[in-house]
């Protein structure tokens, strides 16, 4: 998350109303009419779209400042992907009237514009991740991508809560559950990080960020 998605997510909170989610449920739902934008106060949301064979791929997990389906607002263009709350979620729903109306603003149009470019360098990212890592490299990537947004410092490391099954952390990673389970089992015995019941600590953050370099 940059700073531009913390000041264009101000600027839009403004001019919506909060709401809340459980567990489970769709904030909004992929094929949609892109009708509003969402402004994450609080919790975790993921990201995800079907394939052709109807399978879920995880394109990836928000938080608290995230701002989620702006892009298909400004087009018009039905929702490319799912967001599903992992947690219960607090977020502020900006109707995309209001969200045009704010773009009157050379400010909100500059940190929209800011909001594309990250957008389009973390896909760009991701896409050299892919061709270039394997699946260990990927399952550090995203560990540190969690711990990084979500972690919280402890004297042994940093703890993660995590929000994802292993079939999603799989998804996500782009590999099977079975490759997934391994690469978190060679990173254990590396001694970059511990894995609990719903938690992960990263012992070596400087470590694991040195396997996941692409």
Do not use: N
């Amino acid at each position: 998350m940059t700073a531009a998605d913390l000041a264009l997510g101000a600027r839009l909170a403004a001019r919506g109303r909060r709401r809340s989610y459980e567990r489970g449920s769709a904030l909004c739902v992929e094929g949609d009419v892109s009708d509003r934008v969402f402004v994450l106060e609080s919790g975790l949301v993921k990201a995800c779209c079907s394939s052709v064979h109807g399978q879920e791929i995880v394109l990836g997990i928000c938080g608290p400042g995230d701002v989620i389906g702006e892009l298909a607002t400004l087009d018009g263009a039905p929702r490319s992907a799912s967001t599903i709350a992992l947690t219960g979620v607090q977020a502020v729903v900006v109707p995309a009237v209001e969200v045009h109306a704010a773009l009157s603003d050379p400010a909100v149009v500059r940190q929209m514009l800011e909001v594309v470019v990250a957008r389009l360098r973390d896909a760009d990212r991701k896409r050299i991740e892919f061709a270039s890592l394997d699946t260990v490299g990927r399952v550090a990537m995203r560990t540190l991508e969690l711990a990084d947004r979500f972690g919280r410092r402890t004297d042994a490391g940093v703890m993660v809560d995590l929000p994802i099954s292993q079939e999603e952390l799989a998804s996500w990673c782009g590999a099977s559950r079975e490759a997934t389970v391994k690469a978190l089992r060679t990173l254990r015995e590396l001694g970059y990080v511990r894995t609990g019941r719903g938690s992960l600590l990263v012992l070596d953050p400087e470590a694991l960020r040195r396997r996941a370099a692409v």
